[in-house]
Each structure stands twice: as C-alpha cells, then as structure tokens.
T-cell receptor, first 117, second 116 residues
Framework: AQKITQTQPGMFVQEKEAVTLDCTYDTSDPSYGLFWYKQPSSGEMIFLIYQGSYDQQNATEGRYSLNFQKARKSANLVISASQLGDSAMYFCAMRPTHSGGYQKVTFGTGTKLQVIP | EAGVAQSPRYKIIEKRQSVAFWCNPISGHATLYWYQQILGQGPKLLIQFQNNGVVDDSQLPKDRFSAERLKGVDSTLKIQPAKLEDSAVYLC??????????????FGNGTRLTVT
C-alpha cells in the first residue's frame, strides 16, 4: 500500500525567502514517481515538478527544486525566492512506474503556504 | 494542446436531487480519474478508468455515485440522490499510461458542488 505524509498543515514564509515543504512516503513498489502540485484558491491543480525514484539528480524547475532522499523516503519541495503568488495549497503525490495495469496515484493531505509581504 | 475540460464549473442542488458532471480529457490520454476534494483536504480518488474500463472504484459510493466512459474518451460522473456531505469540488484528471518517467496527472478546473 502507498502512503504520502505531509506533516505541515500550514506554513508562513517571508517574501523573497526560501521555504521547504515536507513530504514523506511509503511504498512497496520498487520504482515510482513523485510529484508536487500547487492548488491556488481558484481551485485548479497545477503540476510543478517530478522526481523519478531512480533519478540520480534532484529535480529542478525554475524556482522549484525537489530534495529527494530515497533512503529516508522523503521528497521535500523547496521554493526559492518566494513570491506572493506562491500562496496556495501544495500537494505531494506518488505513482508507481510500470506500463499497463493499474498505477494508483496517492496524494498527501497538503500544506497551505502563505507568503508574507 | 487543449487541457482537461470540465463542466459545469459550479452547481448548487438540494439534497436528494441528482447531478451530473462531464469531463473531456486531453486527447490521447488513456487514463481518466475522478477525484472528490472536500474543503481543506487532499483529493480522494473516486474512480479511475483506463480507456473505457474501470481499474479502481473502491472508494466510489456505489449506492449513489456512478460513472461511465463509454467510448474511452469523455466521461460523466453522476450523483443520485445527493447528500449534504457530497458538497465538494469534483476534479477530473487525465494522464498518459505509465512507464518511466512517470507521466503526471493533468487536472481540469473542477466542479464545485454545493448541496443544500
């Protein structure tokens, strides 16, 4: 069974500072992908960044980077130089890697980030 | 490419009434998902289709919820009769099949349902 844990229900960060949102996971699948999504108050879920379990390097996408520690089963999202528009809910998710069959996608409970001017 | 289309955007109904939501996934995406998201919580999978077959409906309240994806493209989710606790945002998502790198889910804007 898969499980995603996000232990921070809410976070505050000063504008222009960096912030780390925590995500730990548990899975029996040998190969999987980890995702982060942003959900602004308008409700749409926006895909931010992806990390494959066998990727040698941590993923980066602009101001987003993923601090992936496979042995600790953690995939923390780092947002650098926070902007007011980063205020939103952030969800960590996981999906196993295999073609065909059933790839269950599991979401965490989310972290609400508020950026302070 | 066009994104995932959902309609309606908002719906208000009284309890015991019925409601239907429509979703058109991104062209070529074989997998389609319906999620229920209650305010302040993460998305909860209701049903997952691969083409026009159901691969997971374990959390779908089958006494009142139904979903279909007849031609393997667009999908409809129905609630009949609605209860107050069904008030939520209903998100549709689609993705390519698995493999590596794992394809992400692409979400529609959702339907915000209020049951009074």
């Amino acid at each position: 069974a898969q499980k995603i844990t996000q232990t921070q229900p809410g976070m505050f960060v000063q504008e222009k500072e960096a912030v780390t949102l925590d995500c730990t996971y548990d899975t029996s699948d040998p190969s999987y992908g980890l995702f982060w999504y942003k959900q602004p108050s308008s409700g749409e879920m926006i895909f931010l960044i992806y990390q494959g379990s066998y990727d040698q390097q941590n993923a980066t996408e602009g101001r987003y980077s993923l601090n992936f520690q496979k042995a600790r089963k953690s995939a923390n999202l780092v947002i650098s130089a926070s902007q007011l528009g980063d205020s939103a809910m952030y969800f960590c998710a996981m999906r196993p890697t295999h073609s065909g069959g059933y790839q269950k996608v599991t979401f965490g409970t989310g972290t609400k980030l508020q950026v302070i001017p | 490419e066009a994104g995932v289309a959902q309609s309606p955007r908002y719906k208000i109904i009284e309890k015991r009434q019925s409601v239907a939501f429509w979703c058109n996934p991104i062209s070529g995406h074989a997998t389609l998902y319906w999620y229920q998201q209650i305010l302040g919580q993460g998305p909860k999978l209701l049903i997952q289709f691969q083409n026009n077959g159901v691969v997971d409906d374990s959390q779908l309240p089958k006494d009142r919820f139904s979903a279909e994806r007849l031609k393997g493209v667009d999908s409809t989710l129905k609630i009949q009769p609605a209860k107050l606790e069904d008030s939520a945002v209903y998100l549709c998502a689609s993705s390519l099949d698995g493999g590596a790198p794992v394809p992400p889910l692409h979400f529609g804007n959702g339907t915000r349902l209020t049951v009074t």
